[in-house]
């Protein structure tokens, strides 16, 4: 299996469990309308661009898709890992959502570094 496939999977897998996981989170809490459908967006290009891999196209679209999904990480584990750092709102949840946040970003890397990682010709899977 190439390390794009193996890069497609994960992202269905992600999506899987995410997309789920987002509309809970709506259902429990309100939040600011754009942030409602980024996350549904980032869904959207990673099953899109992984059914695209799996079916022996190009990786862009998975690739942009787990670049949307490091920004949204990046951006998570540095405000909450602020909050924790400086010792405002619930520390325990906060050093939580640091640990959480911050290992999802780094899978995320690792899923895109495998979804742009070359191609052989003569591949066989």
Do not use: C
């Amino acid at each position: 299996m190439t390390p794009q496939k193996i890069s497609a999977w994960m992202a269905i897998v992600g999506a899987i469990i995410g997309g789920p996981l987002k509309i809970l989170r709506i259902l429990r809490q309100d939040e600011w309308w754009p942030s409602r459908i980024i996350d549904f967006i980032a869904i959207g290009m990673l099953l899109v661009g992984a059914i695209l891999v799996l079916r022996g196209k190009s990786g862009r679209l998975l690739a942009a898709g787990w670049g949307f999904s490091i920004a949204m990480f990046y951006g998570s584990f540095f405000s909450h890992y602020q909050m924790w750092s400086t010792g405002r709102g619930d520390l325990a949840f906060e050093h939580t959502m640091v640990t959480w946040t911050g290992a999802f970003l780094l899978m995320d890397i690792v899923w895109l570094v495998l979804a742009l990682w070359p191609v052989k010709s003569n591949a066989v899977d």
